[in-house]
């Protein structure tokens, strides 16, 4: 399973809607400083609900809608919600169909060959709102995390790798080291079950 693409829309600095397509294997973002390649990082961490734990560069939510302030422009009339779209290609079957059925708690999702999580973020005038969506249907971030798990795909993971991750793990107890590969390799979850059954 891969990213196939991300559709952004007034999401920080993307004031208008923007698909960004990936490779299968490998793709590069370059571009000039503060031009928005971080950016794209946040938004997939945004979209799959993996930023509890990593950072995702905004004090708040509502930081995250695009703000033509930003830029010097005018702050009262920007957009007040951000989307973000992730496309990925289930075509290898990483996913079964009942799995994702489950999470969507609905039959009608189309094809799985692409699973669509999308997130939007809305602003009112005294609160703010975030939604989640699997294949269209509206979900909870509970049943996001749920399905990207059996995938292997979780906020502890380091299925992204953020800047300074890597320094930070050369820089490790041995120990501290091991309990990261424990947590790659699945190990990690069956330790803590042990732990509770002995506690029992
Ligand atoms: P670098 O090469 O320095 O790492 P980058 O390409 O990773 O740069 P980002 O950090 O992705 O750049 O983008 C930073 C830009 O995003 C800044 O110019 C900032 O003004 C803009 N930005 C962040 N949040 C918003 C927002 N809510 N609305 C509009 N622009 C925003
Ligand atoms: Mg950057």
């Known amino acids: 399973m891969y990213i196939k693409s991300i559709v952004l829309d007034d999401f920080k600095s993307f004031g208008r809607k923007t698909k960004i397509p990936f490779y299968e294997d490998f793709t590069v ?7 928005g390649k971080s950016n794209i990082i946040d938004a997939v961490l945004f979209a799959l609900g993996l930023a509890r734990t990593r950072g995702i560069r905004a004090e708040k939510l509502t930081d995250l809608i695009y703000n033509p302030g930003h830029e010097g422009g005018d702050t009262s009339s920007g957009p007040r919600e951000a989307t973000v779209e992730v496309i990925l290609d289930n075509s290898g079957g990483t996913l079964e ?7 969507a708690g ?6 799985v060959d692409e699973i669509r999580i999308r997130r939007r973020v809305k ?3 005294d609160n703010y709102y975030s939604y989640y969506y699997l294949n269209d249907r509206s979900v909870n971030l509970s049943d996001i995390q749920d399905l990207l798990a059996q995938a292997g795909i979780t906020p502890e993971g380091y299925n992204v790798v953020m800047q300074g991750d890597v320094t930070e793990i050369i820089n490790m107890t041995p120990g501290s080291r091991r309990e990261i590969i424990d947590e790659i390799a699945g ?3 069956f330790d803590a079950k042990k732990e509770d059954a002995f506690e029992e």
């Open 97 to 103: 169909r009942s799995q994702v059925v489950n999470a």
């Open 106 to 111: 609905s039959e009608d999702i189309g094809d």
């Open 123 to 125: 602003e009112t005038e």
């Open 29 to 35: 973002v370059t571009g000039p400083n503060g031009s």
């Open 187 to 189: 190990v990690a979850e």
